[in-house]
């Protein structure tokens, strides 16, 4: 895994999260078995330029709608599915476009697609997955990347 | 009375940067949203607008375009842009103030960038 990419992604994350939902995120470092979130709530962001692959954003829903009250000022029962996926969806947004300006130099350009919903991280055969893993508030997420290189 | 249009697809970034707009006090202001860059130019064609606050990467028309019409159009082209975009860099930055923004934030805003730039907007 490239060390530069590696330190992006956590840089972009908690950024991210502390600007948009005012919570604190801790990185966790992989021990043992994958993590397994419950009813995780998925979506998927092309990179179109400057190599080809996706960024995934998968959170527990519990947590999602504590994000999406927080940021909304709704009750729970308020809050209803399109909700929940726009806000990841711009969260992803967010993310994906801070991990490039990190990780690339001062001056690449670099293209994203839209966001789209996903089930689960799925990786051509040719193409490398990885995931990185965080929590808030005791609740496990990730963010994952797929391609056949990484930007950098 | 300032009239501004905020373009974005993701209702949560419209209703971030409405509470960005509150957080720095402009109160005074009709707030206006559109869901595209198509939608978005319609709205400026109808409405007189004090300022447009756009997104860059949306569906249909994105904001780029939408920038480059509006400062095109002699109706439109003293309207004040303001770009928000997920992919910023110098590069794009200086293409989105060669076409007319008046300024380029990237994401995530906080109050403070948005201050910053349109100080003098609202002291104006």
Known sequence: ?152 | MQHVLIADDSRTARLFIRKCLEIIGLEDVSLSEAANGAEALEMIKKGAFDLLITDLNMPEMDGQDLLRRVKTSPKTTDLPVVVITSVGNPAKEKELLSLGALAVLTKPVTPADLLEKLEHLING
């Open chain 1, 1 to 152: 895994m490239s060390e530069i990419f590696d330190r992006a992604v956590q840089f972009a994350v908690v950024e991210t999260f502390e600007n948009m939902t005012f919570m604190e995120v801790i990185p966790r470092l992989p021990e043992g078995e994958e993590p397994i979130l419950l009813e995780p709530q998925g979506e998927l962001l092309p990179v179109t330029d400057p190599v080809k692959g996706s960024f995934w954003l998968f959170l527990p829903k519990d947590l999602l709608v504590v994000i999406a009250e927080n940021v909304y000022v709704m009750e729970t029962t308020e809050i209803d599915q399109q909700i929940l996926q726009d806000t990841l969806a711009e969260l992803l947004n967010t993310i994906a476009g801070k991990i490039m300006q990190e990780a690339l130099p001062e001056d690449q350009l670099f293209s994203l697609g839209l966001p789209q919903s996903a089930q689960k991280v799925e990786a051509n055969p040719d193409e490398m997955m990885q995931r990185w893993f965080f929590e808030i508030q005791e609740n496990l997420f990730f963010v994952g990347f797929t391609g056949k290189t990484l930007p950098c």
